[in-house]
């Protein structure tokens, strides 16, 4: 009887206000951060003569997928102009081409160069080492553009002007922040694990490669996903020094097909067609792997 009596009078749960208004808060988020891509992809798919005729629309106007064949020059100019286009088409292949070359080497050399020096300064003593650690972590504050200039008239100097090599040199080796990154992980890698490797006869080379890169699988992958999408999105770099058309990447060639206005205006339908077809890889890499990003951002050491 005492038991029915407290369950009829049990008092009701409060309505969860804070965490449905963190659902909201989130919800907003996610559509201010989406929005502007799913307007990106409307505006691609809307045909050229009707991109100003309901700007209220969510939904593309008179849906079409002329402007993905004009932007990979399947159309003739004189259709593309006929159909509202400016008759410019971007040589995709070659840009998509150059954009993986020069990817592939800022972060085979970036991910190489930034471990050994990372490891160095978690594991190796020498003199200095610490304020020489602080000293390169200090460039962080240095905006990039300051260096643009000297770093122009160093490669113009070593004859790397439209040059794979040349579009990569500023990042190729090493970036403070790389360095920074990696070295943490290094530091929560267990001692005792690089010292029984030695105590068995292994150099610090042969315990670096063998033992702690291994370890830091996670840590080197999240750096090559970082940097893959840095380079990949690059722009003004790869224009100063990169503007021949044999390796012009795919940011500069989007920019070069926008200032290319025969008709007046931009071609804002090819252009945001070139633009999507331009983040589809980024946005595959970042799927398959972005769980492994935030897993090695999580990652506090090992037990």
Do not use: C
Not at 166 to 189: K, S
Not at 226 to 253: F, K, Q
Request: glycine letters at 6%.
């Amino acid at each position: 009887m005492t038991t029915q009596v407290q369950t009829a009078y049990r008092p009701k749960r409060a309505f969860p206000w804070g965490r449905t208004l963190a659902w909201i808060a989130m919800a907003l988020l996610l559509f201010v951060t989406l929005f502007p891509f799913w307007w990106m992809i409307r505006t691609a798919l809307t045909s050229s003569k009707a991109i100003f005729l309901d700007t209220s629309s969510l939904l593309p106007v008179q849906f079409t997928l002329i402007n993905f064949q004009r932007v990979l020059g399947l159309v003739d100019p004189q259709t593309a102009i006929a159909l509202g286009g400016s008759g410019q088409s971007i040589n995709f292949g070659r840009s998509i081409l150059n954009s993986v070359i020069v990817s592939v080497i800022v972060v085979t050399g970036q991910v190489t160069f930034s471990a050994m020096a990372a490891y160095a300064f978690a594991r190796l003593r020498f003199p200095f080492r610490d304020t020489l650690f602080a000293i390169y972590i200090a460039a962080l504050m240095v905006p990039g553009i300051v260096t643009t200039i000297p770093n122009f008239i160093l490669v113009r100097q070593l004859q790397l002007l439209n040059t794979y090599i040349g579009i990569a040199a500023p990042t190729l080796l090493m970036t403070p922040f790389a360095v920074f990154f990696l070295r943490q992980f290094f530091l929560g890698v267990n001692r005792e694990v690089e010292e029984a490797a030695r105590i068995d006869g292994a150099s610090i080379w042969v315990s670096f490669v063998r033992v702690v890169v291994p370890m830091t699988i996670p840590a080197l992958t999240t750096l090559a996903i970082v940097t893959l999408i840095n380079t990949w999105n690059n722009y003004l770099w790869p224009l100063i020094v990169g503007s021949d058309e044999s390796v012009r990447v795919l940011t500069v060639a989007l920019g070069i097909f926008r200032s290319q206005t025969p008709q007046g205006s931009p071609d804002w339908t090819g252009l945001m067609a070139g633009t999507t077809l331009a983040i589809i890889p980024t946005f595959i890499i970042f799927m398959l792997l972005g769980r492994r990003i935030l897993d090695s951002i999580q990652f506090t050491g090992f037990k």
